[in-house]
Each structure stands twice: as structure tokens, then as C-alpha cells.
């Protein structure tokens, strides 16, 4: 089978860039013709006068972009293009160059965009579903996206003009969400329920089980406010230094996370700062816990899934993606979003019983073997891609949104 597979990279790099490659890998050594295509929002920098006057109609629908697009399709004449993110600069006008060629396209969900401009259902520290019950223009009032009025505009205009004109609904054959939470939250943006299909993300290589049980808790995540940092915090100066916890990575809260330890006497933290993902891995495999205390609607937290790849047992805040993921005392635990304390009640439950966590990760591996591999995540990709081929034989109408 011959795929492109296109992706649209942000300024900072994420998690979405580790799912693009990993899908490549992964279809490559199953035998495919992978093609990629691939844009940069990096490339915004180095626009002149006229490219940034346009950017706002660009970012609506890019001509430029749907034509150059257009003749790669036409050089390497692909059986089926699946996308995993088209904002900003390719814009939702590459959907229209494979639906003028008759090809199937599958786009990944990675995040809530369509429904929110901000892309995580999050506002002053906290969830926020307003752009889904009250309208794309809440966004714009609270500057959601990057806390620029004029960019959340452009935002919600791309939004706004291609779900009237029919591009969500038409020129996409198959969606894939992570998880079923994630698929309810992109119900507002006009997708047909029917094209949506529930497909993981995936761990690989395999780590393999965990060989034994380390003296201290692992978190690794981004450090910004959402993802739980001053929860976690305030739990461990609860623990009085009852067990020592590695944090893994970096962000704007990291001096904000240091200089609170170093003021409130909150011991055996270390922030080890940004490491590779093998790093991540190796340490993970050595941890007694995993701790992820994030206070908002992660579509598919790659770090839980990690640890379940080493049986190492997860404490995670009970919300959104990660509230279906871990069964609570199954496959973790689960606590109160950005709640200390019981979060500081978990951890100490976890160390009062050590043989029942130890059960708790290896029905964590289980799980994983059973949901999260390469060879799993396989089949079902392509059991969408069949369906993305049968639903493209049906012809559906093309409205090209007019803008400059």
C-alpha cells in the first residue's frame, strides 16, 4: 500500500511529533511505501510583509498550499493520505486536493482544535467547555489561544468558516481519537459521529517489564500549571520527604518549582530538567510510582501508557482521558484533580501496600499488552484505513471557503 502521510509541526515540539514518527516506523516495517510530507509553523518566522498580511486567510484556507500540495499527490500518487495535523500553514485545503483526486483521507486527533481554539478544553487553571456549549467566539474574549486576541481570532474563524462550508464534515473520510473522552470532546466542531473511530496511541520498542522495584516516584510532563505542578508540590511537602520523586522536564515553572522547594523546605524533590525519551524510559523502569497530577483534559497521556509498558503502577488525577485509561486500584490509582491531599493519601496508601501495587502493575503490563502495542495498534489502523477507502468510493460535495 502506498501512504503519504502528512504532519504540520508546531514552534515547540510535542508529543504529536513522537505519534507522526512513530506511525511511519510503524508502516514502514509492515511492508508499506510511506511517503511524508511534512510543514513547519517555524516557517511563519521567515516571512515577509505580504506573506504575513496573508496569514490570517491563509490560516482559513491556503490556495497556495492546496496546489503545491496537489502535485506532490500527483508525483507519488498515493492509495490513501493520512494527516495527523494541518495547523497552521498547510491549512484545511489539503483535504481538498486528495478529495480532487479521489483519495481516501484519515486525519488523528490529537488534541481538542476543532472544538476549541486553544486545543485543550482549558482556561485560568482550570477546564473550560464554554467554545463547545456557548460558541467558537468565547475564545476571543478570553484570548484562549496563546493569549493573543488576533491569533485566537484567526483561530476561530478557521474553525468557524470550515464547519460552514462543510470541510470536518465532507473532505475527511475517517477520524481517529485517542480515546472515547476525546472523541465525545470534538463533537461540537460537525463531525458525523460514524466517522469517528477509537484508536489509541502506542508504546514502542517495548521497554519490558520491570526487572524490580525502585526507592522513588517518577513524573515527566511539560512543567506548566496545567499539567498538576503546585499539586504536586503542595502533596509532597504534605509527605514530609517520605518518598523522594524525580521530576523529568521543563517549562515555564520550573524556577517557579525550585525556588518553592527550596522556600517551603519541600525535601527529596529533584528536578532533573529536559531528558531524551530513552532517559525517560530507563528511569521509569526503576520507579516505584509514576505520579501524573495533570489538572486538565489530556487527549491521550503517553506517560501513563509508559508506565503500564514497565508494570510500574500509576497515581494519576481522575479527569478527562486518564479517568478511562486507569481503572482505579485495577490497573492505579486514581485521585481529585489538583487535591493534594488526596493525592498525599494515595501515595501513602501505595507505600502501606507494597504487594497490592506490585499486582497493580502487573495488571498495568497486562493491559498494555493488550491495547497498547506496535503489533495491536496495527491492526487497527488499519481496519481504519479499509473503512477510509470504502467511505471515499461515495462521492460528497466540495465547498471551496472563499478567502484570499
Not at 511534512?38 to 496569514?55: H, P, V, W
Not at 484545511?92 to 490529537?110: F, G, M, N
Not at 488534541?111 to 463547545?132: K, V, Y
Not at 502493575?361 to 481496519?383: D, P, V
Request: charged share 20%; glycine share 6%.
Amino acid at each position: 500500500m502506498n501512504i503519504l502521510v502528512a504532519h504540520n509541526f508546531y514552534q515547540q515540539a510535542g508529543g504529536e511529533d513522537t505519534v507522526f514518527a512513530q506511525e511511519v516506523e510503524l508502516l514502514r516495517h509492515a511492508g508499506h511505501d510511506v511517503v511524508t510530507y511534512t510543514r513547519s509553523n517555524k516557517e511563519i518566522e521567515q516571512y515577509g510583509i505580504i506573506d504575513k498580511a496573508l496569514l490570517v486567510p491563509r490560516t482559513i484556507w491556503s490556495p497556495r498550499t492546496q496546489s503545491e500540495f496537489g502535485l506532490v499527490l500527483d508525483r507519488e500518487r498515493p492509495d490513501l493520505v493520512h494527516f495527523h495535523n494541518t495547523f497552521m500553514v498547510m491549512s484545511p485545503s489539503v483535504y481538498a486536493a486528495c478529495k480532487d483526486r479521489d483519495i481516501p483521507v484519515v486525519q488523528t486527533l490529537h488534541n481538542f482544535r476543532l472544538s476549541c481554539p486553544g486545543g485543550a478544553f482549558f482556561r485560568d487553571g482550570a477546564p473550560c467547555e464554554d467554545c463547545a456549549t456557548k460558541g467558537l467566539w468565547s475564545s476571543v474574549k478570553h484570548k484562549c489561544y496563546r493569549n493573543s486576541r488576533l491569533g485566537t481570532t484567526t483561530v476561530a474563524a478557521m474553525l468557524a468558516v470550515n464547519r460552514a462550508t462543510g470541510t470536518w464534515r465532507n473532505l475527511v473520510d475517517c477520524y481517529i481519537a485517542l480515546t472515547d473522552f476525546a472523541k465525545q470532546g470534538v463533537m461540537s466542531s460537525g463531525i458525523p459521529p460514524d466517522k469517528i473511530y477509537i484508536k489509541p496511541n502506542f508504546v514502542s520498542p517495548d521497554p519490558g517489564m520491570r526487572a524490580q522495584v525502585g526507592d522513588y516516584a517518577l513524573t515527566a510532563s511539560r512543567l506548566v500549571v496545567e499539567k498538576g505542578t503546585n499539586t504536586l508540590l503542595a502533596a509532597w511537602k504534605l509527605l514530609e520527604g517520605t518518598l523522594p520523586i524525580r521530576i523529568l522536564g521543563d517549562g515555564p515553572q520550573r524556577k517557579n518549582m525550585q525556588a518553592r522547594c527550596e522556600n517551603e523546605g519541600i525535601r527529596n524533590v529533584s528536578l532533573l530538567g529536559q531528558t531524551s525519551r530513552a532517559e525517560v524510559v530507563e528511569q521509569l523502569r526503576s520507579a516505584r510510582l509514576a505520579i501524573f497530577p495533570s489538572e486538565c483534559y489530556e487527549n491521550f497521556p503517553m506517560a501513563i501508557v509508559e508506565a503500564f509498558a514497565c508494570g510500574v503502577p500509576v497515581i494519576a488525577s481522575n479527569i478527562g482521558s486518564t479517568a478511562e485509561i486507569i481503572r482505579n486500584e485495577v490497573t492505579g490509582l486514581t485521585f481529585k484533580p489538583g487535591d493534594p491531599d488526596d493525592l498525599a493519601r494515595c501515595v501513602r496508601w501505595a507505600l502501606a501496600h507494597p504487594e497490592r501495587m506490585e499486582e497493580i502493575g502487573r495488571r498495568a503490563r497486562s493491559e498494555f499488552e493488550q491495547k497498547y502495542t506496535a503489533a495491536r495498534n496495527y491492526e487497527m489502523l488499519m481496519s481504519i484505513y479499509a473503512k477510509a477507502m470504502k467511505t471515499a468510493l461515495v462521492p460528497a460535495p466540495i465547498a471551496i471557503p472563499e478567502v484570499a
